[in-house]
């Protein structure tokens, strides 16, 4: 049986998701952050050297890294979760499951920690200094960044249900993770209607809500 060695609050939260559509049985191992850091515990280094989620077992391979897990149990339990290959459908496949982590996640983290280090403590002198180094991370790159990112995923979705191909796919797993965390905290408001109902078209899929029911509350706070 897979287990899925959980941490909350993470992108494996998309792993549980992947496996309810599929259909798969699995067994959920939880991880909690660390109330002051936010980071994962040591016991997960007992599975996998980085100690980060997710990470999954299935029987003695251990899979780790979204975009591989997300390969992993589509290529071995569901390949009708991708276009056929060697078609157009497919090659927008692999480019949106690298796009999602490669391209669209590197900015929502920068963002994440431009707001961190704008709010941290410091003495009250630096606190300026501190301030303005942030919001022009934010002014140069960040924002025009996750702008354009934004808008060409708009783009591309407009009179369209799924991101690759003709139905819904593991590229929809993979890029369901960087959009809320862009809708929570990352500028994407009604500006995107396309993306907007592209995230409530995910949510509202069973096999996301049996997830969410299995693996706990959930909230986006990176990983």
Do not use: C
Not at 16 to 26: A, D, R
Not at 124 to 151: G, H, N, T, W
Request: glycine share 8%; aromatic share 10%; charged share 25%.
């Amino acid at each position: 049986m897979i287990t899925v060695h959980h941490l909350n609050n993470s992108r494996s939260q998309r792993i549980l998701w992947l496996l309810e559509e599929i259909g798969l049985e699995y067994e959920i191992k939880k991880y909690q952050r660390d109330a002051a850091t936010m980071r994962a515990p040591k016991a997960l280094r007992e599975v996998h050297p980085l100690g980060k989620s997710p990470v999954i077992s299935d029987g003695d391979i251990v899979v780790a890294e979204s975009g591989a897990i997300v390969e992993y149990l589509v290529d071995t339990y569901a390949p009708a979760l991708k276009p056929e290959p060697g078609g157009a459908g497919h090659r927008e496949y692999v480019y949106w499951m690298h796009f999602a982590e490669g391209s669209l996640m590197t900015p929502l983290l920068v963002k994440l920690l431009s707001d961190q280090v704008g709010k941290a403590k410091a003495p009250f002198f630096f606190k300026p200094v501190i301030r303005k180094v942030a919001q022009r991370m934010r002014d140069s790159y960040v924002d025009p960044e996750l702008s354009s990112l934004f808008a060409f995923i708009e783009t591309r979705l407009e009179g369209r249900d799924w991101i690759a191909g003709d139905s819904f796919s593991g590229a929809d797993v993979q890029l369901t993770f960087p959009l809320e965390a862009a809708a929570a905290r990352g500028g994407l408001d009604a500006r995107y209607p396309n993306l907007q109902a592209y995230v409530a078209r995910m949510h509202a899929r069973p096999a996301y809500k049996a997830a969410i029911e299995r693996g706990g509350a959930y909230g986006i706070v990176g990983s």
